[in-house]
């Protein structure tokens, strides 16, 4: 896909051989992180043209969707660039700020030092254009949540300057979809403003919510257990067993395109590259069959019983 893009000019969409190495090492060891992205290089690349010429048009509101579509098809960094780019100049000052800071991350990731200098030059470009909205709350919120036009936000962020868009900010107090309390603000670049909402005088909930909220009683002392579903990793072994293939496998295949620079494309040397292609896309293949979940159910615990006969005793359970 082509990424080139006002700010970072003449960039190739993939990094050279030199980068292959902690490419190869970061997919190794995903695969117990994450699952994988979807991966549609064509509809990334037809995406990414389609909004390559939206921002010649200066309709950024169309074309940012677009390069997002297009970066989560297939997460190049030249993408996620040109995404920051478009966010910046559609006015979206807090989601450009941290497109750029994730840009920066994974260029440095990728070892791609010119464009995570550049993220990192237009991130700290945008520093004092971002308006900051504090949030206070007086009273508990125990049973209530705060959001921030539709973002729930954590108690530890109250009192805390946040990075936000400029434009309206609705800031609520809520108890399940019910709206308690209420409050707005216009920021503006720059801006430094503040909400509070009061909670101490926030009445209880009604009885049939109360009710409602109740969990659903245990079993009882002559009920019998019933089985429940669990899901769990298939094989640990099998996952960290293809990491460590997986590593070891990239690690072959850069020797061997190495020996394959230096011999000048000898057969022996092809040969320890297809070797170590085979080593690296065996481990991803255990990995990931390792780390798919699969069902099983609990073991039910039986408590022993005690016969006592005339001449004997008997204890009958599972131990």
Known sequence: MT????VAADFERRSPLRFIAPALLGAALSLAAAPALADDPAAAEALFRVAKGLMEKKNYAEACPKFEASYKLDPAVGTK???????????????????WGEARDQAKREGDKPRGDLAARRQK???????QLTVQV?????????????????????GVPLPVDPGKHVVTLRR??????????ESKEKGKDEVTLDATDVPPPPPEQLTQAQPFPGP????KPKDQVTMVRRSKGMLVGGI??????????????IAVDASHGSPGAWGFTGLGAVMFGGGIAMGVIGNQK???????AYVPEVFIGPSSVMVRGAF
């Open 3 to 6: 990424t080139s893009c006002p």
């Open 81 to 99: 660039l040109n995404w920051a780019d478009c966010l910046e100049k559609q006015g979206l000052l807090a989601r450009a700020w941290a497109v």
């Open 125 to 131: 470009e945008l520093d004092p254009r971002l308006p």
């Open 138 to 158: 007086k009273g508990s919120v125990e049973g209530l949540a705060v959001y921030r036009d539709e973002v729930k936000l954590d108690p530890v962020t109250f």
């Open 176 to 185: 399940g979809k019910d709206v308690l309390k209420e409050a707005s603000v």
């Open 220 to 223: 009882g002392p002559g009920d």
């Open 244 to 257: 460590l293939l997986g590593i070891a496998g990239g690690f072959v295949t850069i020797g061997g395109l």
């Open 294 to 300: 699969i069902p099983r159910k609990p073991e039910v």
